[in-house]
């Protein structure tokens, strides 16, 4: 029986071609995404099914601090899950970085944490970079803080920060999966109502445009994400930039 198969996004063609692209490079066989019969599809591609994306609303500063309130209670499960919200927001990590953070890879300094990141999607020989995480001014919603309430709670000194906790309120052994960062972020009680609007990517994408529209300077914001260009960053803040100095509002309607 032929399955039916829901055709591909440009977005998600694009990331199977770079998979492509890279494999090719690794193995030392030449691909050229730049040859003519290449880009000529591609062209027809991206004419053909657009290029605009049904992506998830972000979550924004004000949205974040909603979601920490919603997490009442002293359960063990709120303080990671409050860590991980934080940390992913204020680190604009990639979920499988931020499920990916191991105990070694933090060293606490006088302004807050340096994370060191092992490997992540655009650095595929696994140099590694370094994101600093500083001390919030509100103590409610500081990634710092709450990260150290994690670890004095959890009792973790080595190995994964954040991991699954069973029904019986026992740690495990293994790290969270990266579903597991959309599955925390869709059941806070504050964003229950709209949850299918929001993805386990709303934290990156959340973080990038809230320092935008703060006026964080794109060469600054790219530091901490670890995108490589710019065109891609822009993605994230294209639909909060209608907004923004829209002209009809000034005109008086």
């Not at 099914?49 to 209670?73: F, T, Y």
């Not at 990671?80 to 940390?87: E, F, G, I």
């Not at 060191?116 to 995480?133: F, L, M, P, V, Y």
């Amino acid at each position: 029986m032929c399955r039916s198969i829901s055709p591909l996004k440009v977005a998600s063609l694009a990331r199977r071609l770079s998979s492509i692209s890279q494999a090719h490079q690794i193995s030392g066989n030449l691909f050229d995404r730049r040859h003519p019969s290449i880009q000529e599809t591609w062209k027809g591609i991206r004419n053909t099914l657009g290029i605009s994306q049904d992506s998830k609303e972000p979550i924004l500063i004000e949205d974040l601090r909603m979601m920490v309130q919603a997490l009442n209670g002293n359960k063990l499960i709120n303080t990671r899950d409050k860590a991980l919200l934080l940390l992913g927001f204020a680190g604009a990590f990639r979920r499988s970085e931020l499920v990916g953070i191991d105990y070694e890879d933090l060293k606490l300094v006088r302004n807050g944490f340096v994370i060191r990141i092992k490997r992540s999607k655009t650095d595929q020989q696994g140099e590694g970079r370094e994101i600093a995480i500083p001390y919030g001014a509100n103590p409610d919603t500081c990634p710092v803080r709450a990260l150290q309430d994690w670890l004095i709670h959890s009792g973790i000194i080595s190995g994964h920060i954040f991991r699954s906790i069973n029904r019986h309120g026992s740690i495990n052994q293994e790290n969270l999966s990266t579903r597991s960062v959309a599955r925390i972020i869709k059941r806070n009680q504050y964003l229950m109502q709209n949850s299918a609007k929001y993805s386990g990517h709303s934290l990156r994408s959340g973080f990038v445009t809230t320092a935008t529209l703060a006026g964080v300077q794109e060469y600054a914001i790219m530091k901490q994400t670890g995108h490589r260009r710019s065109d891609t960053l822009k993605k994230y803040i294209r639909s909060r930039d209608l907004w923004r100095e829209n002209p009809a509002s000034k005109i008086g309607l």
